[in-house]
């Protein structure tokens, strides 16, 4: 009984948390809801076992993460319409703000999980891997990859340095 008392603590502290790390990794609001449920689910399961309930629930939610894009198709679906080329795109100051959340989601799953993990969540290299289920040297090399196509992304350009940059991808 005090397990379940346990869990369900952990769950009411826990969960807006974990729905927006969940939203950061899947990029939609639906699915990361499903993630979080999920993730909840297999780790009910292990729950006597658990040692760091948190660590625990994070590992299962990017490890169902990365098995959801493997089935998932995620390919374009055209249109049919076209901008005309001489037509003139106004961007909205609403839109400028989401500029940089556009192109973390542009970028390939296991980078965006990196950035997700060690920027928006403010977890260690160590933790990043343990988290991802990859050795540290994977966890700095897919983090500066993701940071060069983030440099190099025309919607986000140099507001990169001054929101990401502080210094962690050096350690």
């Known amino acids: 009984m005090a397990d379940v008392a346990m869990f369900d ?3 009411v502290a826990r969960s807006q948390a974990l729905v927006r790390s969940a939203y950061l990794l899947m990029q939609d609001e639906g699915l990361a809801e499903d993630l ?3 993730a909840l689910t297999k780790s009910w399961f292990a729950w006597q076992r658990i040692d760091d309930p948190e660590a625990y629930v994070r590992r299962v939610m990017v490890t169902t ?5 493997r089935r998932r198709w995620i390919g374009e679906t055209p249109s049919g319409e076209r901008l005309a080329e001489d037509a003139v795109v106004v961007a909205d100051p609403s839109a400028e ?3 940089l959340w556009d192109a973390i989601g542009r970028l390939p799953r296991r980078q965006r999980a990196v950035v997700v993990l060690r ?3 403010d977890r260690t290299e160590s933790e990043t891997a343990e988290l991802m ?3 540290v040297g ?5 983090c500066a990859k993701a940071l060069a196509k983030l440099r190099v992304d025309p919607a986000v350009g140099s507001a990169l340095d001054t929101s990401l940059s502080d210094g962690r991808n050096a350690s």
Not at 138 to 142: A, D, I, L, N
């Open 119 to 121: 920027y928006m969540e």
């Open 36 to 38: 979080v449920q999920t």
């Open 65 to 69: 993460a990365t098995s959801w894009w």
């Open 9 to 11: 603590e952990f769950v």
């Open 133 to 135: 289920g990859c050795s």
């Open 138 to 142: 994977t966890v700095k090399s897919q």
């Open 97 to 99: 703000s989401q500029d």
